[in-house]
C-alpha cells in the first residue's frame, strides 16, 4: 500500500502564491506516476499535474506558466508550486500516486486551496 499526505494548501488573495506538497510512504517503489487533481465545487475533478517515475511531467493548460511541478525524490515528496493564483483556482487539491502491477490508484485525503478575489 501507499499512503500520501497532501499540505500546503490554505487562503490566498489572487495573484499570490502557494506551495503544495504530497509526501508519500509504504511501499513507494512500485509508484509508477504521481499527480496532482483538483475539483472545484459543482465540477469534475481535474488531472493538474503528472510526473511519472522517470521524471517526465505534463502540466494542464489552464495553469500552464503559473504551476510547477517538481519533486524530492529522496525525500519522495512530490510539490506543485503554484503562482499567480486565480480565483477559478479555486479548489480541493488531491495528490495521486498509481501503481501498474496492480493496477491500483492511491489518493491523498486533499487540502483546501481558495483563491480570494
Known amino acids: 500500500q501507499v499512503q500520501l499526505v497532501e499540505s500546503g494548501g490554505g487562503l490566498v488573495q489572487g495573484g499570490g502564491s502557494l506551495t503544495l506538497s504530497c509526501t508519500a510512504s509504504?511501499?513507494?517503489?512500485?509508484?509508477?506516476?504521481m499527480a496532482w487533481h483538483r475539483q472545484a465545487p459543482g465540477k469534475q475533478l481535474e488531472l493538474v499535474a503528472s510526473?511519472?517515475?522517470?521524471?517526465?511531467?505534463t502540466i494542464a493548460d489552464s495553469v500552464k506558466g503559473r504551476f510547477t511541478l517538481s519533486r524530492d525524490s529522496a525525500k519522495n515528496i512530490l510539490f506543485l508550486q503554484m503562482n499567480g493564483l486565480k480565483p477559478e483556482d479555486t479548489a480541493v487539491y488531491y495528490c495521486?500516486?498509481?501503481?501498474?502491477?496492480?493496477?491500483?490508484?492511491?489518493w491523498g485525503q486533499g487540502t483546501q486551496v481558495t483563491v480570494a478575489s
Open positions: 495521486k500516486a498509481e501503481r501498474v502491477i496492480p493496477p491500483t490508484a492511491f
Open positions: 509504504g511501499s513507494i517503489f512500485s509508484i509508477t506516476a
Open positions: 510526473m511519472t517515475r522517470t521524471g517526465t511531467s
